[in-house]
């Protein structure tokens, strides 16, 4: 038989009633495959786990990630009883038990490497493995989690370890679509997404599949399907680009608010400073986005505007303000009332003029660009927050969305 992995969200396992529904699944499932079910902690349980540890100002340590891995426990615990109460052997299984061994960093490890034999041994006696998502272990013999939005990362990973038939990532929403249905209400189902696109969707804001495991998807060309636990409905299919009948010149409009817009002003224009202002932020863990320099009327200086995650905001003031000595610029700014907004579409590489229709449609709309980032196959543009929603709704209808 073939296997594949089922990975539920918070959503998904928040409560008896639900983990039942998710037994159902499973339970049909099997019919046809082997499984292993990934899930995550119960709506809510792991921002719950966080706000103890602020208390103790505890983070990236043991003890953080001994705290914050612990509602996985829980709703595996329960799926696993769930089952065998339908007649079905399973095991429920911690990180640890694979082992799936990480890297050293707590909060947000890499995983390193998988133990096939393992999960084979433990198929022997099993018809289902369910699996705590978000951990691991380290070389050490500590506990580590692999970061928010982990699950989605423990799902693929252990998918390409055991080679599976596909992934399927159960969420609240019953698929990927062309923007997001809360703003747009004609928004509308996509039926199959290429990894490059629905990675430009995740980093931009999308947030139905995390970065880093369509990025592992993409690396061992494993097939995911995002689906709803509530809907019987096919969901998306997330594949090669090799697998698109037809590119769309367009597939989605994406948008993110968590974005802060840092500008350093009167910096000399000389070879060098943007080196070092960027490894402050990279020695600092801070994510850059958008870059965007300009020359200064004097001819001299210059500024520069980058944009970081909000959270990062005031550690990157922080930063820049202790180096001024250093970079020896005249002031900076920030402002955290500003949004991205993305149009994404494979069919970007062969098409011309997507640009001038995205910015003619900001202009008709009074809507300033502050600052501009492009791929291959996407354009984002930063602009104040306020103009979000009529942004993502212009840009949906002027392209056929």
């Not at 089922?6 to 699944?25: D, L, Q, R």
């Amino acid at each position: 038989m073939n296997t594949i992995v089922m990975k539920f969200g918070g959503t998904s396992v928040a409560g008896i009633e639900k983990i039942n529904n998710i037994a159902g699944i499973v339970s049909k499932e099997l019919k046809k495959n082997k499984i292993i079910v990934v899930l995550s902690a119960m709506a809510g349980e792991t921002n719950k786990l966080q706000g103890y540890l602020n208390q103790f100002k505890s983070s990236n340590s043991i003890e953080s990630d001994l705290v914050l891995t612990s509602g996985e426990q829980v709703t595996i615990g329960l799926l696993s009883a769930a089952l065998k109460n339908l007649g079905i052997k399973s095991i429920p299984l911690l990180g640890w038990q694979i082992p799936i061994i990480t890297d050293e960093n707590f909060e947000k490890a890499k995983i390193l490497k998988i133990d096939r034999k393992r999960i084979s041994e433990y198929f022997k006696d099993n018809d289902v493995i369910v699996l705590a998502g978000f951990q691991g272990i380290n070389l050490n013999g500590n506990i580590t989690s692999l970061g928010r939005g982990g699950s989605d990362t423990t799902a693929v990973a252990i998918a390409s370890a055991i080679k599976a038939e596909r992934c399927d990532i159960y969420t609240d929403v019953d698929g990927v679509y062309t923007t997001d249905p809360n703003i747009e209400k004609k928004a509308k189902k996509i039926n199959k997404v290429s990894y490059e696109e629905m990675l430009e969707m995740s980093s931009t804001g999308a947030k139905v599949l995390h970065t880093r495991s369509v990025e592992l998807a993409m690396k061992n060309n494993l097939t995911l399907q995002v689906l709803s636990s509530l809907t019987k409905k096919v969901g998306t299919f997330v594949v090669s680009e090799k697998e698109l009948i037809e590119k769309e010149i367009v597939s989605g409009v994406s948008y993110s608010k968590n974005e802060a817009k840092v500008t350093i002003s009167g910096i000399l224009d000389k070879p060098g400073i943007s080196a070092k202002i960027f490894s402050l932020m990279n020695e600092n863990n801070i994510n850059v986005d958008m870059i965007v320099q300009n020359i200064s009327q004097d001819g001299v200086s210059a500024n520069i505007t980058f944009t970081v995650n909000q959270k990062d905001c005031d550690l990157a003031n922080t930063v820049l303000d202790q180096s001024k000595d250093i970079l020896n610029y005249r002031s900076i700014s920030s402002d955290k009332n500003v949004a991205k907004i993305s149009v994404i579409g494979m069919g970007m590489m062969s098409q011309s003029g997507v640009a001038e229709k995205m910015f003619k449609t900001l202009a008709h709309n009074q809507i300033n660009i502050l600052a501009i980032s492009t791929s291959e196959i996407k354009i984002s543009v930063l602009i104040d927050k306020k103009h979000t929603n009529i942004a993502v709704k212009s840009l949906h209808e002027v392209y056929n969305l």
